[in-house]
C-alpha cells in the first residue's frame, strides 16, 4: 500500500530553538508533498507544497525539504514560539486525491 | 471571502438513526472532499467530487454512508443506522479543482457523537 508516516510521539521543543518534523513515504514517488496545520477543534491549515524537483522551500520560519532518495520530508520551523504548537500533517499527493499522514503533535515549551 | 462552512457543528444521535451532514465549499471550488478523523488519528479520506460527480468512492467505510452534491455547490454527506464506531470529526474540504497540486481548504468540521 502507499503509505506516508510521520512520527506519531509528540515532540517537545524548547522556545527559540528549531523544531523538526518528518515524513517519510513508500510504495509510491509523489508528485508534491504539502505540510498542514491542525489546532485542537479546527480543521487543517495549509502551509507549505513542494514539487519532486525541489530540494528546500521556505516560508517566513518554515522550511521543508524533499528528499526523493530518502523518500523523507523535513519540515522546520526556525526561533520557535509556543504559538507554534500545534498538530503538523505531511500530505502527499497520490492520484487525484491527497493521502494524509496522521500527523505529529508539537509543543513549544516557554 | 467566506471559507468552507460545516453545519452542524456538533451532533448527538443515537444508534440506529440517520443523520445528515452539511459542507458549503468556497464559491467557485470545483473539487470537495469528505474526510473522517477519530480521536487522535489522522485524517482518513471518504469521498470526492469534481463538480457534481464522485469519481473515487472508494474511502466510504461501508453502505450506510453516502454523499451527495448538487448544484456544484453544497454536499452532503448522510450516514444510515449509525453505529458507535462512526463517532469521529467529519472534516469537508474544498480546492479550486481537483489536483494532486491543489491547496485543499478545511472547514472546521462537524463533531458526530453516537450514544
Known amino acids: 500500500s502507499q503509505k506516508i508516516e510521520q512520527n506519531s510521539e509528540a515532540l517537545n521543543i524548547q522556545e527559540g530553538k528549531t523544531a523538526t518534523l518528518t515524513c517519510n513515504y513508500t510504495?509510491?514517488?509523489?508528485?508534491?508533498l504539502q505540510w498542514y496545520r491542525q489546532d485542537p477543534g479546527r480543521g487543517p491549515v495549509f502551509l507549505l507544497l513542494?514539487?519532486?524537483?525541489?530540494k528546500e522551500k521556505r516560508k517566513e520560519r518554515l522550511k521543508v525539504t524533499f528528499d526523493t532518495t530518502l523518500k523523507q520530508s523535513l519540515f522546520h520551523i526556525t526561533a520557535s514560539q509556543p504559538a507554534d504548537s500545534a498538530t503538523y500533517l505531511c500530505?502527499?499527493?497520490?492520484?487525484?486525491?491527497?493521502?494524509f499522514g496522521k500527523g505529529t503533535r508539537l509543543h513549544i515549551l516557554p | 471571502g467566506a471559507g468552507v462552512s460545516q453545519s452542524p457543528s456538533n451532533k448527538v444521535t443515537e444508534k440506529g438513526k440517520d443523520v445528515e451532514l452539511r459542507c458549503d465549499p468556497i464559491?467557485?471550488?470545483?473539487?470537495l472532499y469528505w474526510y473522517r478523523q477519530r480521536l487522535g488519528q489522522g485524517l482518513e479520506f471518504l469521498i470526492y467530487f469534481q463538480g457534481n460527480s464522485a469519481p473515487d468512492k472508494s474511502g466510504l467505510p461501508s453502505d450506510r454512508f453516502s454523499a451527495e452534491r448538487t448544484g456544484e455547490s453544497v454536499s452532503t454527506l448522510t450516514i444510515q443506522r449509525t453505529q458507535q464506531e462512526d463517532s469521529a470529526v467529519y472534516l469537508c474540504a474544498s480546492s479550486l479543482i481537483a489536483g494532486v497540486g491543489e491547496t485543499q481548504y478545511f472547514g472546521p468540521g462537524t463533531r458526530l457523537l453516537v450514544l
Open positions: 464559491s467557485g471550488h470545483t473539487a
Open positions: 513542494i514539487r519532486e524537483n525541489e
Open positions: 510504495n509510491y514517488s509523489p508528485a508534491y
Open positions: 500530505a502527499r499527493s497520490g492520484d487525484d486525491k491527497i493521502i
